[in-house]
């Protein structure tokens, strides 16, 4: 299976504290995206990586993608309350695959508190 | 510029019914997906349409699921029977077509939540 991973499951930080959530996956992919999910909402889409590129900025997001590695990580700076959410980083299969496929972690939930 | 729009967003339904979710992607998005998440899991992929062509199904969608899209714009669900462990959330989400597989942005909205009871 190509599901990706997120780490940690959860993670807790106050208000102006950066928040770090890291996604594994496990066969080659084309690219990688982020996405966000508030409790009881659809997935907002934050930031999508190439596998050739290695980092990319978005205001407050940065993400790095480590093919070697398999892995991606998600950085957001000076958190708010409003971030809190779940993460979902989602992967697609590489070359050859179906486009729009996406396979998704279980995500990390982050709450920020005020 | 409107999102990917899906009702009804909450549905509750008997066991053994038929329910039916409907999806209007963003406009001239020519790809449209169907996830299904159950709580504490990611989304996982049901099927897909390029345009009014159902390319690809997950094994994931027994026979009581069926999708359509007519004229390759909107598109509908149907679960018929339903049971109880089709509880989830349907989500649906669209792209445009690009020439390449160099990058391609899914947008979802914001599902339509099934309770079998």
């Known amino acids: 299976s190509q599901q990706g991973e997120e780490d940690p499951q959860a993670l807790s930080i106050q208000e102006g504290e950066n928040a770090t959530m890291n996604c594994s996956y496990k066969t080659s992919i084309n690219n990688l995206q982020w996405y966000r999910q508030n409790s009881g909402r659809g997935l907002v889409h934050l930031i999508l990586i190439r596998s050739n590129e290695r980092e990319k900025h978005s205001g407050r997001l940065r993400v790095t993608l480590d093919t070697s590695k398999k892995s991606s990580s998600l950085l957001i700076t000076a958190s708010r309350a409003a971030d809190t959410a779940s993460y979902f980083c989602?992967?697609?299969?590489?070359?050859?695959?179906?486009?729009?496929?996406?396979?998704f972690g279980r995500g990390t939930q982050l709450t920020v508190w005020p | 510029d409107t999102g990917v729009s899906q009702n009804p967003r909450h549905k509750i339904t008997k066991r053994g019914q038929n329910v039916t979710f409907r999806c209007d992607p963003i406009s001239e998005h020519n790809r449209l997906y169907w996830y299904r998440q159950t709580l504490g899991q990611g989304p996982e992929f049901l099927t897909y349409?390029?345009?009014?062509?159902?390319?690809?199904k997950s094994r994931l969608l027994s026979d009581r699921f069926s999708a359509e899209r007519p004229k390759g714009s909107f598109s509908t669900l149907e679960i018929q029977r339903t049971e109880q462990g089709d509880s989830a959330m349907y989500l649906c989400?669209?792209?445009?077509?690009?020439?390449?597989?160099?990058?391609?942005?899914?947008?979802f909205g914001e599902g339509s939540w099934l309770t079998v009871v």
């Open positions: 989602a992967t697609d299969a590489g070359r050859g695959s179906t486009l729009g496929r996406l396979y």
């Open positions: 349409f390029q345009n009014e062509a159902q390319l690809e």
């Open positions: 989400a669209s792209s445009p077509h690009w020439p390449t597989s160099s990058g391609n942005t899914i947008y």
